[in-house]
């Protein structure tokens, strides 16, 4: 294999898109925005530009492993099999490296819809995104890192019992106590003193630690919730589980910490490991029940190459399905009506899609409605890492709440909350974004919802998006936990902690609901059904499970079900969500992946 890496000092790459005068539409933004852009770019701290993966032109015939897909789980699969000298590896991914921008945390809003987004649109939808004609945006990066590339990099690992019931399900191995050792591996956590080492670890690649700003107003509201009883934790990954806190995130000292950051970068000088970009793989070739290598598509150009180990599909809960079923695996049925070649019949390709929801509460305070980014905040980042453009703002304020539908130590409702975001501005001081009053979002979601939805083939043809039908809300108890959501938010309202600045809801009555009295419960109901919010967690269309459930499609060492040399290891094997975001998780069951392979091959 060619050292075609070895060493080779990448400064000089030509960084890609998207750049922050794109992703900030308006003429008034666009000369602050390219000046950051171009000081951002300059920045080695921030930009990375000199420690990234150099992509391969052309592949070599055949490697031991190909990984389809460089994003949240892929990045780390490839760094962990390409730890063996001997082993060579191809990393392939749809689209491009992560830009300089996707480095502020501040500007993770922007990236969604933009140039290294699917863009992706659920259809038909019965329950959900009724305003916008049943058809809810999904949004998925297309970079290597993936969605930890553009995400709001909290890092929260869900609970004991979401462990726990996977591997009730026959799924050996995966308990909590199981899967515990494999966060502990990534984790780099930079405020060990503080949370202590029973639950966090230093000394992997991934960085952990709280952004190194939080709005003042994080400590009002943190007071509103333990004014209105619901607790406080101090790490809601630790031993107190439920109540107000802010997060840690995937980030260092203020920059982003993506998957690809923390575990690509630093294999950049292995010659065993290859990366190719803008490549979208369009087959996996099977003979004789064998996995034996991939056709891809590069620059319009198809390509092959054949694998002598596995082939391991990290492409998310919507690619990996669509790939399988392009493939000959699926449903019998399904794939013959698209005249598919049935390489196994596995019903459960596409099944049990599912994706946590949620419903925009919006309040109005007693401050004007400024830009928070300005030309004091973009110098006080570039020259530290801090200040506003270090952190996602008021989304690090997360509430972790039960519904009436679980038990207090079980939470199954988030609150997270909106504000003091520098993203997009003009850059002078005090700009004004509107003559009202500075708006504060509450995002309130249900984190364990029992609808299920599917992915399907649209075409036989690897270009066409496959048919992505969420079902949200169609079961009734969704509705009910969202409901409960809301009316925990308004209750934070009336605490005298948010009462002192004028703490005011500002959704407007919905006419769709005008039947029902506003702020009712029965209006709260049809409302989350008109303007449906999509979590973007979305998980389970490769489901984990024994072979003895027909609806599983890889087992517990995420081999899939009647095809040797192919596993799949991404958010789509996750059998049920997890209780909070999916970031954490998902490179958790990469880790694993990485681990049964290298046990297998007797690594």
Same mark, same amino acid.
């Given at each position: 294999?060619?050292?075609?890496?070895?060493?080779?000092?990448?400064?000089?790459?030509?960084?890609?898109?998207?750049?922050?005068?794109?992703?900030?539409?308006?003429?008034?933004?666009?000369?602050?925005?390219?000046?950051?852009?171009?000081?951002?770019?300059?920045?080695?701290?921030?930009?990375?530009?000199?420690?990234?993966?150099?992509?391969?032109?052309?592949?070599?015939?055949?490697?031991?492993?190909?990984?389809?897909?460089?994003?949240?789980?892929?990045?780390?699969?490839?760094?962990?099999?390409?730890?063996?000298?001997?082993? @060579?590896?191809?990393?392939?991914?749809?689209?491009?490296?992560?830009?300089? !921008?996707?480095?502020?945390?501040?500007?993770?809003?922007?990236?969604?819809?933009?140039?290294?987004?699917?863009?992706?649109?659920?259809?038909?939808?019965?329950?959900?995104?009724?305003?916008?004609?049943?058809?809810? #945006?999904?949004?998925?990066?297309?970079?290597?890192?993936?969605?930890?590339?553009?995400?709001?990099?909290?890092?929260?690992?869900?609970?004991?019992?979401?462990?726990?019931?996977?591997?009730?399900?026959?799924?050996?191995?995966?308990? /909590?106590?199981?899967?515990?050792?494999?966060?502990?591996?990534?984790?780099?956590?930079?405020?060990?003193?503080?949370?202590?080492?029973?639950?966090?670890?230093?000394?992997?690649?991934?960085?952990?630690?709280?952004?190194?700003?939080?709005?003042?107003?994080?400590?009002?509201?943190? $007071?509103?919730?333990?004014?209105?009883?619901?607790?406080?934790?101090?790490?809601?990954?630790?031993?107190?589980?439920?109540?107000?806190? =802010?997060?840690?995130?995937?980030?260092?000292?203020?920059?982003?910490?993506?998957?690809?950051?923390?575990?690509?970068?630093?294999?950049?000088?292995?010659?065993?490991?290859?990366?190719?970009?803008?490549?979208?793989?369009?087959?996996?070739? =099977?003979?004789?029940?064998?996995?034996?290598?991939?056709?891809?598509?590069?620059?319009?150009?198809?390509?092959?190459?054949?694998?002598?180990?596995?082939?391991?599909?990290?492409?998310?809960? #919507?690619?990996?399905?669509?790939?399988?079923?392009?493939?000959?695996?699926?449903?019998? $049925?399904?794939?013959?009506?698209?005249?598919?070649?049935?390489?196994?019949?596995?019903?459960?390709?596409?099944?049990?899609?599912?994706?946590?929801?949620?419903?925009?509460?919006?309040?109005?305070?007693?401050?004007?409605?400024?830009?928070?980014?300005?030309?004091?905040?973009?110098?006080?980042?570039?020259?530290?890492?801090?200040?506003?453009?270090?952190?996602?703002?008021?989304?690090?304020?997360?509430?972790?709440?039960?519904?009436?539908?679980? +038990?207090?130590?079980?939470?199954?409702?988030?609150?997270?909350?909106? $504000?003091?975001?520098?993203?997009?501005?003009?850059?002078?001081?005090?700009?004004?974004?509107?003559?009202?009053?500075?708006?504060?979002?509450?995002?309130?979601?249900?984190?364990?919802?029992?609808?299920?939805?599917? =992915?399907?083939?649209?075409?036989?043809?690897?270009?066409?998006?496959?048919?992505?039908?969420?079902?949200?809300?169609?079961?009734?108890?969704?509705?009910?936990?969202?409901?409960?959501? #809301?009316?925990?938010?308004?209750?934070?309202?009336?605490?005298?902690?948010?009462?002192?600045?004028?703490?005011?809801?500002?959704?407007?009555?919905?006419?769709?609901?005008?039947?029902?009295?506003?702020?009712?419960?029965?209006? /709260?109901?049809?409302?989350?059904?008109?303007?449906?919010?999509?979590? /973007?967690?979305?998980?389970?269309?490769?489901?984990?499970?024994?072979?003895?459930?027909?609806?599983?499609?890889?087992?517990?060492?995420?081999?899939?079900?009647?095809?040797?040399?192919?596993?799949?290891?991404?958010?789509?094997?996750?059998?049920?969500? +997890?209780?909070?975001? @999916?970031? !954490?998780?998902?490179?958790?069951?990469?880790?694993?992946? $990485?681990?049964? #392979?290298?046990?297998?091959?007797?690594?």
């Amino acid at each position: 294999m060619t050292s075609e890496y070895s060493e080779l000092n990448t400064c000089n790459a030509s960084l890609s898109g998207p750049y922050l005068q794109d992703l900030c539409s308006g003429s008034a933004f666009i000369l602050f925005m390219t000046i950051l852009e171009t000081y951002i770019q300059a920045s080695e701290l921030i930009s990375g530009k000199c420690e990234r993966m150099i992509p391969v032109d052309n592949t070599e015939t055949v490697y031991d492993y190909v990984i389809v897909g460089g994003g949240g789980a892929g990045a780390v699969v490839a760094a962990r099999l390409s730890e063996i000298s001997n082993w @060579t590896v191809l990393l392939l991914e749809a689209g491009e490296d992560e830009s300089a !921008a996707m480095q502020i945390p501040s500007f993770d809003e922007p990236l969604l819809g933009s140039e290294i987004d699917w863009n992706y649109y659920t259809t038909n939808e019965s329950h959900a995104c009724l305003s916008t004609n049943g058809s809810c #945006i999904w949004s998925s990066a297309k970079c290597l890192g993936g969605n930890t590339a553009h995400n709001g990099m909290i890092y929260l690992r869900g609970y004991k019992q979401d462990y726990d019931e996977w591997a009730s399900m026959g799924n050996e191995g995966w308990s /909590w106590e199981e899967v515990m050792p494999f966060f502990l591996k990534s984790e780099d956590n930079g405020e060990i003193e503080r949370v202590g080492s029973e639950y966090h670890s230093t000394g992997g690649p991934l960085s952990v630690e709280r952004f190194p700003y939080i709005p003042s107003f994080s400590q009002s509201i943190i $007071a509103a919730g333990i004014e209105a009883g619901y607790g406080y934790s101090d790490d809601l990954n630790g031993d107190v589980v439920k109540g107000v806190s =802010i997060i840690q995130a995937t980030n260092k000292h203020g920059v982003r910490r993506s998957s690809s950051r923390a575990f690509l970068w630093p294999a950049r000088n292995r010659s065993n490991l290859h990366v190719s970009l803008n490549s979208l793989v369009t087959k996996i070739v =099977i003979e004789d029940g064998q996995a034996v290598g991939v056709e891809y598509d590069k620059n319009g150009t198809s390509n092959s190459v054949n694998v002598s180990k596995e082939v391991i599909v990290c492409a998310g809960s #919507i690619r990996s399905p669509h790939l399988l079923m392009l493939s000959g695996i699926g449903p019998k $049925a399904h794939l013959d009506s698209f005249g598919i070649e049935v390489v196994h019949d596995l019903p459960g390709v596409g099944e049990n899609l599912h994706d946590q929801v949620s419903h925009a509460v919006n309040f109005t305070i007693n401050e004007p409605d400024i830009f928070d980014n300005d030309w004091v905040a973009a110098s006080e980042y570039l020259a530290s890492q801090s200040g506003p453009l270090s952190s996602i703002g008021l989304s690090q304020v997360v509430m972790a709440l039960p519904s009436s539908l679980t +038990t207090s130590d079980y939470p199954d409702i988030q609150l997270f909350f909106e $504000a003091y975001v520098a993203s997009c501005a003009p850059g002078e001081k005090g700009a004004l974004k509107s003559s009202g009053k500075r708006s504060v979002g509450v995002g309130v979601g249900f984190m364990r919802p029992k609808s299920r939805g599917r =992915i399907s083939l649209a075409s036989k043809d690897p270009f066409v998006y496959p048919v992505i039908w969420s079902n949200y809300l169609d079961d009734s108890r969704d509705v009910t936990a969202l409901v409960e959501a #809301i009316q925990l938010t308004l209750a934070l309202a009336n605490t005298s902690a948010l009462k002192a600045h004028n703490f005011t809801l500002s959704n407007p009555p919905l006419e769709a609901c005008s039947n029902y009295t506003f702020r009712s419960d029965e209006y /709260w109901a049809c409302a989350v059904q008109q303007d449906t919010l999509p979590e /973007w967690h979305d998980v389970g269309s490769c489901k984990m499970g024994p072979a003895s459930d027909s609806m599983a499609v890889v087992d517990h060492q995420l081999r899939v079900h009647g095809v040797k040399g192919l596993r799949v290891a991404d958010a789509s094997i996750m059998p049920k969500v +997890t209780s909070a975001n @999916t970031g !954490a998780p998902t490179i958790m069951i990469a880790e694993r992946a $990485a681990d049964f #392979i290298k046990n297998y091959w007797g690594r």
